[in-house]
């Protein structure tokens, strides 16, 4: 007997684009068995709310404005939790909604079985690094090395550092759009609130280079063209889950190539951080090669996917407290905090109610526009002088940015006492700040902007 479609569509069989090849398959095998091979996958509905765990490692707030953040963050992170592959979640004490309900707050960390691009959002590899000097060296000469060997600001630049070998492109899907960028935004460090911060450590006083920036536009490539994919196959297995966490599963090719594509830029972006410091280093008399890796120089990324046992842990600005969250981790991590305060070099718990897991710097409890409105009442010059009395403070575009400004983060010293009530990391010393350069508000006067200026 040949089979027919119709055999198909009376065993259970819903036809589609793939019906010609499983008639084929059918008649060589059987109807059962074509059955069993081309079934589409059963279409996953949500959770039930309250179905997933949940751990809140953060206050309440002690006025308004904090209460309404917390609240934000955890109504946003119960209704991402519903995501079908999801295991479990956590927030840091730094936490600030980052978009519409349903989307991961910076400072949320979430346990998945598969990997979802809109979890560590565009900025990939958003991650600190640190470079401390044993030898004698003026904070004032680093910083001005500093500011002659990194770029702030949109795109890259003609001259750039020499990046790391990038041969394996051409092999990844997720890496070919990202390739055409790689050699000019490298040993860059983009705007919002990335920095690059001088000063010394507490513990014995010498002076360190600290640097916080992620993967510029070759990791904002990698991540459009993994929620595209993502979208494909939200489509396919889950219709009813939320557009950004859509995921990728990690049993097919598409998994294993985004997996790829994001340790390559890992591998890109710490690179990038210590052209940077080696550069500045060499500027003020100090060899490279004498800096040894743990000691010297350690860094980790706190925008990232982080696999363990099988599960991979989503943090949007969060930084892990696990041994072993790297091929190359060591015992220490940073925390920043913002411009005025010490940047905290810590040792982490690997506490269970954190997933693993502590905050990545301060947070907000105003948007970048809210806290400008706030302020608003004076000058950005008359803001800038106030809050940076004492400090080295530098906007490559030669413009403040006032949401940058101290004043913009949460309170320095409640995050550090959340830190220790719950049990998070462990602080072993710190680099107290001399100074920073920061993009600043390169929009203010854009080239784009003058032109129509002009034009006008």
């Known amino acids: 007997m040949t089979i027919t479609g119709k055999h198909l569509l009376n065993a259970g069989l819903p036809s589609g684009p793939y019906f010609k090849e499983a008639i084929a398959y ?5 109807v059962e068995a074509a059955v069993q091979k081309f079934q589409p996958p059963r279409k996953l509905k949500l959770k039930s709310k309250g179905a997933t765990p949940l751990y809140r490692n953060i206050d309440d707030g002690t006025n308004d404005a904090e209460r309404a ?5 955890m109504d946003t992170m119960e209704e991402l939790l519903r995501t079908p592959v999801v295991i479990s979640g956590a927030v840091m004490p730094d936490a600030c909604p980052a978009g519409s309900l349903g989307t991961i707050p910076v400072g ?43 770029h702030f600001g949109p ?10 070998n990038i041969g394996s492109v051409a092999r990844n899907q997720f890496l070919k759009a990202a390739d055409p960028m790689m050699a000019s935004h490298f040993g860059t460090q983009g705007d919002g609130n990335h920095f690059a911060f001088v000063g010394r450590l507490k513990s014995d006083g ?26 494909k196959w939200r489509q396919k297995l889950s219709p009813d889950t939320l557009k950004q966490n859509a995921w990728i599963p990690m049993d097919s090719q598409d998994g294993v190539d985004y997996w790829d594509a994001l340790q390559f830029i890992r591998y890109w972006t710490k690179n990038s951080h210590f052209a940077i410091h080696d550069a500045a280093a060499r500027a003020v008399g100090v060899d490279p090669d004498s800096f040894q890796w743990n ?26 407290a696990f041994s072993g969250w790297g091929a190359d981790s060591g015992e220490f991590t940073l925390i920043p905090m913002n411009m005025g305060q010490p940047v905290l070099i810590v040792t982490g718990h690997d506490n269970e109610d954190s997933l693993g897991f502590a905050p990545h710097g301060a947070g907000r409890n105003y948007s970048r526009s ?36 101290p004043s913009a983060y949460k309170d320095a010293a409640s995050v550090r006492a959340q830190i220790a009530k719950y049990d998070l990391c462990t602080i072993v010393d710190e ?21 129509k200026k002009v034009v006008a």
């Open 69 to 73: 953040n917390v609240e934000a963050v």
């Open 295 to 320: 000691n010297h120089q350690f860094w980790n990324e706190h925008n990232f996917v982080f696999e363990r046992d099988g599960v991979f842990y989503h943090a949007k600005g969060a930084t892990p």
């Open 26 to 30: 059918a008649n060589v095998h059987s």
């Open 206 to 231: 010498r002076v360190a280079i600290v640097t916080h920036h992620g993967s510029r536009g070759p990791g904002a490539a990698i991540y459009k063209a993994g929620m595209a994919c993502a979208e």
């Open 370 to 405: 809210q806290h400008k409105r706030l302020v608003g009442d004076r000058t950005d010059e008359e803001i800038f002088v106030v809050e940076t009395a004492g400090l080295d403070v530098r906007f490559f575009s030669g413009n403040i940015d006032v949401s940058e400004l």
């Open 155 to 164: 795109g890259g630049r003609q001259s750039p550092l020499t990046g790391p």
């Open 108 to 150: 949320g960390v979430v346990a998945s079985t598969a990997i979802h691009p809109g979890m560590h959002s565009a900025d990939v590899c958003c991650s600190m690094a640190i470079t401390i000097f044993d030898q004698d060296v003026e904070p004032k000469a680093v910083l001005d090395a500093v500011h002659g060997a990194t």
């Open 431 to 451: 680099v107290l700040p001399y100074g920073c350069i920061m993009a600043g508000d390169f929009e203010k006067d854009a080239p784009w902007k003058r032109r």
